[in-house]
């Protein structure tokens, strides 16, 4: 995982209220990469807008960076959704 201390304290407090699964992936899950923003994807039952919303408010209220939030219903996966998770590399933050 490539964050500086900044970006993770703010990462986990950002999603410190989230109920569900969350992951970091893309181009920051490369530990040999370079630059790139931040893609979470969160596996919620929860309003995704909503959701989505409030974790990148709270990211960027402690480190203003940017920071791609995808939420999915881990019950009602699309057809497109289950082959985008087949391609990417994740790791799990909570």
């Known amino acids: ?3 500086d201390s900044v970006q993770k304290a703010a ?3 950002a999603i410190e209220d989230v109920d569900g699964e969350v992951y970091l992936f893309g181009s920051r899950v490369d530990e040999t990469g370079k630059g790139g923003d931040i893609d979470i994807l969160i596996f919620s039952e929860g ?3 909503k959701l989505s919303r409030d974790v990148s408010v709270k990211f960027f209220m402690e480190c203003e960076e940017k920071i791609d939030v995808t939420v999915m219903n881990p019950n009602k996966l699309t057809g497109e959704q289950q082959a ?3 391609v990417i590399k994740m790791e799990k933050l909570k």
Do not use: G
């Open 1 to 3: 995982m490539r964050l």
């Open 11 to 13: 990462l986990e407090k």
């Open 47 to 49: 309003d995704p807008f």
């Open 84 to 86: 985008f998770l087949k």
